[in-house]
């Protein structure tokens, strides 16, 4: 204990991190790595796989659940544009009025020149679906020869001899996976949508899994390069966002165990996790996501369930208003371009977004290029211009801009299986004691039934979230700690736009006046990652520690078959209970 007291997190890293992977689960993302790593390998979240069933959907979940854009929804959007957003921005509304006068302009600073990052002009390439194959070519002409477009080789050729024709991949992960033509034979599936299992009568909870073992194991093999004998000697950190039920935070325990066999795992959430990733300890997080977006009051260390509010919308979203306001403005190319259909244009739609897209008042317009992709065909470059780039993260704010119905939730049907977590299975009498007492009674369980989703806007959430919490003082102090962190954190003027937003949302009969946004101590995106591995379990001795390093009693491990047959079951006669009590307690698992 003494030194432990003493040491230094990076250092305690060194000496005991080498053999600790994080894995925090996100609905477009996964990001793992190892916990001695400053960030982690960034995957996108799907897989694809061949398939030789003739008319069979390329996007299995998507086109089979994605809802159409009503004529309601439409006006609402619009209503939400020329009512709100164009008089806050002083911006022409879209009919063309404007009560503003001239049109007032304000370049993006820096890409009005010649951009030195080409990374925002370039096309992404279709991905080559076919397998390596033995070469006589040099190594530079192979590497060439793979990078052709799809195009280029109208079919597999049939060599003169007679043999087989080239063979297809049969799973292809993350982006590699999302740049597959539309016209190759390949589904790809995203397990995890809008903070949840994908589960539906389309795909199956036993397939959702499947997906997930295949993805996380790739990243473990390709990326880590931790071949399967050697997984025993690793323990995983599973960083959980605030959205996941108590069974599917049952089911990644499983798959890190079991299917990937880990020799152990602990779970945290991911509003704890964040804190702890920048060294505090009160704060109100704020994870904005591709999918969704979190707000959650944490004092002391611990998570308060009551403030916990959950936005169906994310960064996703903005991209896909982004290039609504585009074409509504008559902007944007005559292209096929569907965010829904063809992933690559989502990917597309994503870099425009973080590269050019802010808040702040004035016309924000850019020249950018854009691309059409085809069906296989190479990428075609269209110069346009880009205009009202402070519209689309204003959906934050104004949800109805982003109509989030059009990629709604998966059906919670597979949640309604009455497979209680919760239950005091150890609540007996072991023979004197308090064993058999209910230690859990004074805590505020949550409910088995999904967790309601809000349908407010972001300054709404966090004030209403924060003035749940209760106590003046402890109020007072969560306005002054509000943490913003998520993809969408890094937009560019989004802190001074929550600070403003937010202190306006506060009813007047509050006694608050000071509303802060407190910057990150790391890239937004990977705080929730890296705070994965900062110590709970000794929390009031200091607040730095790296979580699921340090050594735990014995009393908190459990063998695998007592995993397996038993459920989860931790020593000291404590169980865990849901995803809000992980808190200072860290729980592990462990594999005989």
């Given at each position: 204990m003494d030194y432990l007291k003493s040491v230094v997190p990076s250092q305690l890293v060194s000496e005991r991190g080498s053999n600790l992977v994080i894995i925090n689960p996100g609905s477009a993302n996964v990001r793992i790595g190892l916990a001695k790593q400053d960030t982690p390998f960034n995957v996108p979240h799907c897989i694809a796989r061949h398939t030789t069933i003739i008319g069979k959907p390329n996007l299995l979940d998507q086109m089979i659940n994605t809802q159409v854009t009503t004529t309601s929804q439409q006006v609402d959007r619009e209503r939400a544009f020329n009512t709100k957003t164009a008089s806050l921005l002083k911006i022409p509304y879209l009919d063309g009025s404007s009560s503003f006068g001239s049109r007032k302009t304000a370049r993006i600073d820096g890409y009005n020149q010649p951009s030195t990052n080409t990374k925002k002009d370039t096309a992404f390439p279709w991905t080559d679906v076919f397998e390596d194959e033995p070469s006589s070519?040099?190594?530079?002409?192979?590497?060439?020869?793979?990078?052709?477009?799809?195009?280029?080789?109208?079919?597999?050729?049939?060599?003169?001899?007679?043999?087989?024709?080239?063979?297809?991949?049969?799973?292809?992960?993350?982006?590699?996976?999302?740049?597959?033509?539309?016209?190759?034979?390949?589904?790809?599936?995203?397990?995890?949508?809008?903070?949840?299992?994908?589960?539906?009568?389309?795909?199956?909870?036993?397939?959702?899994?499947?997906?997930?073992?295949?993805?996380?194991?790739?990243?473990?093999?390709?990326?880590?390069?931790?071949?399967?004998?050697?997984?025993?000697?690793?323990?995983?950190?599973?960083?959980?966002?605030?959205?996941?039920?108590?069974?599917?935070?049952?089911?990644?325990?499983?798959?890190?165990?079991?299917?990937?066999?880990?020799?152990?795992?602990?779970?945290?959430?991911?509003?704890?996790?964040?804190?702890?990733?920048?060294?505090?300890?009160?704060?109100?997080?704020?994870?904005?996501?591709?999918?969704?977006?979190?707000?959650?009051?944490?004092?002391?260390?611990?998570?308060?369930?009551?403030?916990?509010?959950?936005?169906?919308?994310?960064?996703?979203?903005?991209?896909?208003?982004?290039?609504?306001?585009?074409?509504?403005?008559?902007?944007?190319?005559?292209?096929?371009?569907?965010?829904?259909?063809?992933?690559?244009?989502?990917?597309?739609?994503?870099?425009?977004?973080?590269?050019?897209?802010?808040?702040?008042?004035?016309?924000?317009?850019?020249?950018?290029?854009?691309?059409?992709?085809?069906?296989?065909?190479?990428?075609?470059?269209?110069?346009?211009?880009?205009?009202?780039?402070?519209?689309?993260?204003?959906?934050?704010?104004?949800?109805?801009?982003?109509?989030?119905?059009?990629?709604?939730?998966?059906?919670?049907?597979?949640?309604?299986?009455?497979?209680?977590?919760?239950?005091?299975?150890?609540?007996?009498?072991?023979?004197?004691?308090?064993?058999?007492?209910?230690?859990?009674?004074?805590?505020?369980?949550?409910?088995?039934?999904?967790?309601?989703?809000?349908?407010?806007?972001?300054?709404?959430?966090?004030?209403?979230?924060?003035?749940?919490?209760?106590?003046?003082?402890?109020?007072?102090?969560?306005?002054?700690?509000?943490?913003?962190?998520?993809?969408?954190g890094l937009t560019k003027g989004l802190v001074s736009a929550v600070e403003e937003r937010v202190l306006h949302a506060i009813p007047p009969t509050e006694a608050i006046d000071t509303v802060e946004v407190l910057p990150s101590k790391m890239d937004p995106t990977f705080v929730s990652w890296k705070g994965g591995a900062v110590c709970s379990t000794f929390l009031h001795l200091f607040m730095s520690m790296i979580l699921g390093i340090l050594d735990f009693g014995r009393e908190a491990w459990i063998h695998r078959n007592e995993w397996m047959e038993n459920g989860i079951r931790v020593g000291s006669a404590k169980k865990y209970r849901d995803s809000y009590y992980i808190q200072a307690q860290a729980f592990c698992f462990i594999n005989s």
């Open positions: 070519l040099p190594t530079s002409e192979t590497s060439a020869h793979r990078s052709e477009d799809n195009a280029d080789r109208a079919a597999p050729d049939v060599t003169d001899s007679g043999e087989s024709k080239r063979k297809y991949r049969n799973m292809i992960f993350g982006e590699e996976a999302m740049r597959i033509s539309p016209k190759e034979p390949y589904t790809i599936h995203r397990p995890i949508r809008r903070g949840h299992f994908n589960v539906s009568p389309q795909y199956s909870a036993q397939q959702v899994c499947e997906d997930l073992v295949a993805i996380w194991d790739w990243v473990l093999l390709d990326k880590l390069e931790i071949a399967h004998s050697e997984r025993n000697k690793y323990s995983a950190v599973l960083v959980v966002p605030g959205t996941f039920d108590s069974r599917e935070i049952k089911e990644l325990l499983t798959i890190v165990l079991r299917d990937l066999c880990f020799s152990s795992a602990v779970v945290h959430q991911e509003g704890l996790s964040t804190i702890f990733g920048n060294g505090l300890s009160t704060a109100c997080i704020v994870n904005m996501g591709a999918q969704t977006s979190a707000v959650v009051c944490i004092e002391d260390g611990v998570s308060l369930p009551n403030t916990e509010k959950i936005l169906r919308f994310g960064g996703d979203d903005i991209c896909r208003c982004l290039l609504w306001i585009q074409r509504h403005y008559q902007n944007w190319p005559q292209l096929r371009t569907d965010v829904l259909a063809k992933p690559i244009d989502m990917l597309m739609l994503n870099r425009l977004k973080e590269s050019y897209c802010e808040i702040r008042e004035g016309e924000v317009e850019t020249a950018a290029t854009v691309y059409s992709y085809e069906d296989g065909m190479p990428a075609v470059a269209h110069k346009t211009n880009l205009t009202s780039l402070n519209v689309p993260p204003m959906g934050l704010f104004y949800p109805n801009l982003l109509v989030p119905e059009l990629f709604p939730q998966p059906p919670r049907t597979w949640f309604q299986d009455h497979e209680n977590m919760l239950e005091e299975t150890w609540n007996m009498d072991f023979g004197g004691g308090n064993m058999g007492l209910p230690v859990w009674d004074s805590f505020a369980v949550s409910p088995l039934n999904p967790k309601k989703e809000e349908k407010i806007g972001l300054a709404e959430a966090i004030t209403s979230s924060i003035l749940s919490a209760g106590r003046i003082d402890l109020q007072r102090k969560l306005f002054s700690s509000i943490q913003l962190v998520g993809g969408v």
